[in-house]
């Protein structure tokens, strides 16, 4: 199947969300707005240990998205009141954290969770108390729960994108898949490799390795992705890297003289705020997939910017995608909100499909049935100044595949949590909810 | 006719010297199209800019190699000067500030024709390294076009080096050329062969369209440079192993001593290197802020330094926490893993939790060839640098009275009392000292690694392992055990990839401790025993 399918035009989202915003307007009566009291919103964000590097941002952003509606005068009338706790990288303390912010705290919603381990580690919680938990960042795919509301990127619309412009606008032919060892870069890699096949890529113009998480020592592959990239045919390294091993990596590249222009990396999870620990210089023209960059030049972005620099006190602060998808996650909450005229999170939860609001790189994205929003994707090259150059923005929005059609046994299944459907792995062939991805 | 002459001479000037005429006129055709939006236009702009032979086109394409060539309002192009100031890029004049301006957009595929075009204008150029790399880029390019360039910059050429690579470049331009003999052919084969290394490997393999002869001289000389590649490989491994090794045993060393000499288990070990790596940040901050021309020097300034903070934090350590535990291991552990928890939550507080970038000066930036074997500057400089520190700890371990004094309070702490050393500071000092090399090994992580709060914490299992491995009180023990642990950690790579090559030597350390419980080489005599 082809991904141009998929594409939505922008006029089409467009009226979406006019749609989306009449019916908000209709729904939102005073009526509802009852009391004084305050609404809460839980925040779930590593503030301590290995993640704290990349969650403390998301912690700030939420907060000052939260201070900001209520200036606005808040939601249904009354405040919003921020919980922060700190689940400190520990994957089991992300599960007591939420049960604590769902059944002590009565939060109306929750941001938070980075990696993957966490998510599935507080997944069964949000469904047994049902609640609200929005995702930010880019995942693999997969899963599709009542209960969250993905608005970080699915694999085909960060990944796949990407390998396309590569394939099109360098002629790459030979692929390194390239990521640490946990379950987003198996899993994305997994997808690459059935698509890069479809494409006709064989066998032996495909290298595949893993590396443990803080990999600090990067010489021999390095190494031997400069042999892999000999062999006379144009060459790409597609990084599903994560976290601290970037830095050390991206240093060797530039030690063995590995160049943009010889052998171009794409990174998935490298943004603004992991390049702002580099000297980027020997990087140039590396490339990142991402539906934001904090180049975009749009006045939307730019107020953000200013904002956020003014939040933070810091001039030289950068902004990143998972914050413009907590962003993107707020607006819709709080737009479903309204249109509800409730936080009862059931309510909520059906008041969120079809809503839609602007993003920040330019557009309008819509929550779609299945849980997952739809997305413009940005290809930028790295600069000097440590940000990115955009060489390349699909023409319209994509939709997400939560179940990749180019995995065996998750191709059949679908998700749509609209009733009388509502379900998360419908298999088209069997007609049945429930459909394995095994 | 005579007549005509004169009219031209007079008036025609111009159509006379039709070549730097029709250089201009291609030359502004080309920076139109530079001054467009769309990537292909660009990059067929550079093309045409390269071959104009206008003289302005290196200082163009110069600029925007370097991103200097920018745009004003009316798609005017200018370069900004390094040192400041505008200049009109078509003619090299002196302009007036242009306001609002925008670079011009690059993309991977301009950067290349950028390297290509520059290469083939500076063959000529006056610097033999600039020459060098204008061969290289033209190597890489491979266009026919360039061989009577190349033909002429070979003939002009006195450095031997610069010569080489222009006749490689040559030779790898010749198999596209249709007109080129087979005699040609093949001696361009042999030049490559020469050459020997990955790029003359690809350029041979994937030749198309050449005589049977060619063909076949290019297959053996494909096999021919396999062969001595590998033999490379194996030494590059060897590199690449000591070079781990190297960065294992510095952030080791201070634990063989706190651990190795003192017996503390000491978990906050990690937290002193991280230290010295901030010291390094700060370092590098305020000399960026303050005295930019020393960036080079930094971090013979952040070595010291580093030393003495995290060493005099080792003595504060010392003193308010672990001297009440001696003898407790457990509780040792315990104190030290929630102190290096604390410290971690320190730094954080203070420096923020992304990372910080540290900058690498350019001494130590790049890498050397030696025959096939590629040598970068920051792990040779690590390498040297862990040589230099474990040195001089055994000299200060042996040759001064306070190494005496450490060596006898370990030894038997009651004979040492009794001898008069004050044996609660030679306490404190040691784990000064073991600090204080940590925070020095910080200095070189920096160069390598992140600079975050988790620094510490990849390295606090490897260096307990080095140490354990080494034999527990030995510093050529901690010394041999890091590099065989490098070593071995590099040839299994290759073979089992990084996870299972980390699992595979942490299992092989299993069975040696099993067998060899204190180490490779474990301390003999009666203090062991006490």
């Known amino acids: 199947m082809t991904i141009a399918k998929n594409w939505l035009t922008r006029r089409a989202m467009g009226a979406l969300g006019l749609a989306a915003m009449a019916a908000a307007a209709i729904g939102s009566t005073p009526a509802q707005a009852q009391g004084t009291g305050t609404i809460k919103v839980g925040i779930l964000h590593s503030l301590s240990g290995t993640m704290a ?3 403390t941002t998301l912690k700030d952003v939420m907060l000052m998205l939260i201070e900001e509606q209520n200036k606005k005068g808040g939601l249904l009338g009354k405040k919003l009141e921020a919980v922060v706790v700190d689940p400190a990288s520990n994957w089991p303390l992300f599960a007591e954290k939420a049960r604590e912010l769902i059944s002590v705290q009565k939060v109306a919603a929750v941001f938070g969770c980075w990696t993957s381990v966490s998510r599935k580690s507080v997944l069964p919680v949000f469904e047994e108390l049902n609640n609200i938990l929005f995702y930010p960042v880019q995942y693999e795919g997969e899963e599709s729960s009542k209960n969250v509301f993905y608005t970080g990127a699915a694999p085909n619309q960060q990944a796949i994108p990407a390998v396309d412009y590569l394939a099109e606008n360098e002629k790459v032919q030979r692929w390194v898949l390239a990521g640490t060892d946990y379950v987003y870069p198996r899993t994305t890699n997994k997808i690459l490799e059935a698509y890069l096949k479809s494409k006709g890529v064989k066998d032996e113009d495909i290298m595949i390795n893993y590396t443990p998480f803080g990999h600090s020592d990067w010489q021999n592959i390095v190494a031997s992705i400069k042999k892999f990239g000999s062999a006379g045919k144009k060459t790409a390294v597609v990084s599903t890297i994560n976290g601290d091993a970037n830095v050390p990596f991206y240093k060797e590249l530039g030690n063995q003289g590995i160049k943009a222009t010889d052998i171009p990396v794409v990174a998935f999870s490298v943004g603004e705020e992991e390049l702002a620990g580099i000297d980027t210089k020997p990087l140039l023209g590396h490339l990142a997939a991402w539906n934001y960059f904090m180049s975009v030049d749009n006045a939307d972005n730019k107020a953000f910017i200013a904002k956020w620099q003014a939040f933070t006190k810091n001039p030289k602060r950068v902004t990143n995608d998972p914050m413009e998808a907590h962003v993107i996650g707020f607006a819709m909450w709080v737009k479903a909100v309204e249109k509800a005229g409730t936080t009862d999170p059931t309510k909520v939860i059906d008041a969120m499909i079809g809503v839609a609001v602007p993003n920040l790189s330019g557009g309008f994205s819509a929550m779609m049935p299945n849980h997952h929003i739809t997305k413009p994707v940005l290809i930028g090259e790295i600069q000097g100044n440590g940000q990115f150059n955009i060489v390349s923005q699909t023409p319209g929005l994509i939709v997400a595949n939560e ?11 679908i998700a749509d949590w609209r009733s009388p459907m509502s379900c998360g792995n419908f298999n088209v062939k069997t007609g049945k909810c429930g459909g394995s991805a095994k | 006719m005579l007549r005509i002459l004169l009219l031209c001479l007079l008036m025609l000037a111009p159509i006379c010297a039709p070549s730097s005429a029709r250089a201009d006129d291609a030359a502004n055709e080309a920076v139109v199209a530079l001054a467009g939006q769309n990537f292909d236009d660009i990059r067929r702009g550079v093309e045409a800019l390269g071959v104009s ?19 004003g309002a009316d798609k005017q192009l200018f370069i900004k000067l390094p040192e400041g100031g505008y200049q009109a890029a078509l003619t090299g004049e002196p302009a007036a500030d242009p306001g609002s301006v925008r670079p011009v957009r690059v993309n991977n595929s301009i950067r290349r024709s950028v390297d290509a075009a520059l290469g083939a204008l500076r063959l000529f150029d006056a610097s033999a390294a600039t020459r060098a790399s204008a061969a290289e880029a033209v190597f890489k390019s491979r266009d026919p076009a360039g061989i009577p360039a190349l033909t002429r910059a070979i003939a002009a050429e006195k450095d031997s080096g610069v010569k080489r690579t222009m006749e490689q470049a040559r030779a790898a331009a010749l198999f596209a050329a249709g007109d080129a003999s087979e005699a040609d052919r093949l001696a361009a084969v042999a030049t490559l062969r020469d050459r020997g290394d990955i790029d003359a490997r690809a350029l041979l393999s994937t030749l198309t369209n050449q005589p049977p002869s060619v063909v076949e001289a290019a297959a053996a000389a494909v096999k021919s440079i396999d062969f ?79 030393f003495l903070v995290a060493g005099a934090i080792g003595v504060a350590i010392e003193r308010s926490l672990i001297r009440w535990l001696y003898g407790r291991p457990l509780e040792t552990l315990l104190a030290t893993w929630g102190l290096s928890l604390l410290l971690q939550q320190a730094i954080r507080s203070i420096f923020g939790p992304t990372n910080q970038e540290v900058g690498t000066p350019a001494w130590m930036s790049g890498a050397m060839q030696l025959g096939g074997l590629s040598l970068t500057y920051n792990r040779l400089t690590i390498i040297v640098f862990a040589v230099l520190v474990l040195a001089t700890l055994m000299a200060v371990l042996r040759y001064t009275s306070l190494g005496l004094r450490m060596r006898a309070v ?8 009794a001898m008069g050393i004050r ?4 306490d404190a000092l040691t784990f000064g000292l073991g600090s204080g090399v940590a925070g020095m090994a910080g200095v070189a992580l920096s160069q390598i690694d992140n600079v975050s709060p988790n620094l510490g914490q990849g390295y606090i299992i490897d260096s307990f392992m080095v140490v354990v491995f080494g034999g527990v009180g030995n510093l050529w023990g901690t010394a041999v055990g890091a590099l065989t642990l490098g070593i071995l950690n590099k040839f299994l790579e290759p073979v089992a990839g990084a996870v299972l090559a980390k699992i595979v030597v942490l299992v092989a350390l299993i069975l040696f401790i099993q067998r060899k419980p204190r180490g490779m080489f474990p301390l003999k005599g009666r203090a062991v025993e006490a």
């Open chain 1, 403 to 413: 179940w990749s059609p180019y995995l065996e046994g998750s191709r059949d299944l």
């Open chain 2, 423 to 426: 044996t609660p500071w030679i």
């Open chain 2, 53 to 71: 032979g206008s003289p302005r086109a290196a200082a163009i394409l110069g600029a925007l190699q370097d991103g200097r060539l920018v745009l």
């Open chain 2, 228 to 306: 001595s590649l590998q033999l490379w490989s194996l030494l590059q491994s060897v590199y690449y192993g000591l070079s781990l090794g190297s960065v294992l045993l510095l952030a080791a060393t201070g634990l063989a001593i706190t651990f190795g000499v003192m017996g503390v288990i000491n978990m906050a070990h990690g937290e002193m290197v991280m230290i010295g790596a901030y010291v390094t940040f700060v370092v590098q901050t305020i000399i960026r802020n303050h005295a930019p021309g020393l960036f080079g020097a930094s971090l013979f300034f952040a070595v010291p330094l580093a």
């Open chain 2, 410 to 417: 370990t030894q038997n702490r009651r004979m040492a009392a």
């Open chain 1, 53 to 55: 590097i990349s969650e």
